[in-house]
Nanobody, 130 residues
């Protein structure tokens, strides 16, 4: 069982930055694929970013809308995954959720699908003012 707790959300002006954190419990954290999703009011939950156990290179994926602005990283020693968000704009306003998936392999086309993840945090709100 894995428990995820997000933090770091808040109110920021357009063009600003925030760093979200997700603290995970569970001994197998380092083997889990981790992801960030977001959900705005009245919209479906959408993929933001995902990182494999190494947190770098070919195992990292981003939604087109956040590429070159957001960076996902992880510190396996601290059981924590981060989402650094730069150049924020009002369209980024949403509740942001951390998600974890067990170590079983997954085709890349499924990495952005919320149903591919087994555990979810409670979410942290990010509001970007214009």
């Amino acid at each position: 069982q894995v428990q995820l707790v997000e933090s770091g959300g808040g109110l920021v002006q357009a063009g600003g930055s925030l760093r979200l954190s997700c603290a995970a419990s569970g001994r197998a954290f380092s083997s889990y694929r981790m992801g960030w999703f977001r959900q705005a009011p009245g919209k479906e939950r959408e993929f933001v970013a995902s990182a494999s156990w190494s947190g770098v290179g070919g195992g990292t994926y981003y939604a087109d809308s956040v590429k070159c602005r957001f960076t996902i990283s992880r510190d396996n020693a601290k059981n924590t995954v981060y989402l650094q968000m730069n150049h924020l704009n009002p369209a980024d306003t949403a509740a942001y959720y951390c998600a974890a998936r067990g170590a079983q392999p997954i085709a890349s086309i499924w990495i952005s699908n919320p149903s591919s993840y087994d555990y979810w945090g409670q979410g942290t709100q990010v509001t970007v003012s214009s």
